[in-house]
């Protein structure tokens, strides 16, 4: 049963136009994450909220940009994308405790850039 | 910085086999240890956690932690091709950032 949910499941779009992703969890967690999954699987964070504020901001190019509007939800703007950010990107949400606590995903939004 | 490997890339097993994946880590001092299953075009979702050294058990799965190696593996007993899958494991990095490092993942495939 879904409870991460995120929108769109597909992007594709041309170099230097700019997309939103979008995430919304129903779970009740106060803890959001952004992940990139790149060709080769590899999964690596790339920002964490905890009830709004951000608590983990990996060196990511300054185009990516989160926001939180509230602990439910968390999205994701990229300024003028490039090829290197064809990815899918995952959202998860946990309860606070970060590793302790397991980390729920969404089904991901697959981004081309052509 | 967190570096976690796992082995092997891939593996094809027949059905009713017993399957080990592997996964070593570099910072001894890490706390939480996990297995995430990936279906193919679907979410990861976590299978199983062990946060001490020794072995947890969960019906057909087994997670074994040897801190001391820097190692921690996972094992299938009685192999379903529903167990077909990206198995990533990752590490929660010490610290208050609550950051887990993924594996680069191991593909498993049971052939019926």
């Known amino acids: 049963e879904t409870a991460v949910f995120q929108t769109p499941n597909y992007h594709v779009t041309q170099v230097g136009n700019e997309v939103s992703f979008n995430c919304k969890q129903t779970?009740?967690?106060?803890?959001m994450y952004w992940y990139k999954q790149d060709s080769k699987k590899l999964l690596k964070i790339m920002f964490s909220y905890n009830n709004k504020q951000l608590i983990v901001n990996e060196t990511v190019p300054r185009r990516f940009s989160p926001q939180s509007s509230d602990k439910a939800h968390l999205n994701l703007r990229i300024k003028s994308v490039e090829p290197e950010d064809s990815a899918v990107y995952l959202c998860?949400?946990?309860?606070?405790?970060?590793?302790?606590?397991?980390?729920?995903f969404g089904p991901g939004t697959r981004l081309t850039v052509l | 910085q967190q570096n976690v490997q796992q082995s092997p890339e891939s593996l094809i097993v027949p059905e009713g086999a017993r399957t080990s994946l592997n996964c070593t880590f570099s910072d001894s001092a890490s706390q939480y240890f996990w297995w995430y299953r990936q279906h193919s075009g679907k979410a990861p979702k976590a299978l199983m956690s062990i946060f001490s050294n020794g072995e947890k058990e969960e019906g057909r799965f087994t997670i074994h932690l040897n801190k001391a190696s820097l190692h921690f593996s996972l094992h299938i007993r009685d192999s379903q091709p529903s167990d077909s899958a990206l198995y990533l494991c990752?590490?929660?990095?010490?610290?208050?950032?609550?950051?887990?490092?993924f594996g680069l993942g191991t593909t498993l495939q049971v052939q019926p």
């Open positions: 779970l009740g967690h106060d803890t």
């Open positions: 998860a949400s946990s309860r606070m405790g970060g590793g302790a606590n397991e980390q729920y």
């Open positions: 990752a590490v929660r990095i010490t610290g208050n950032t609550r950051k887990l490092i």
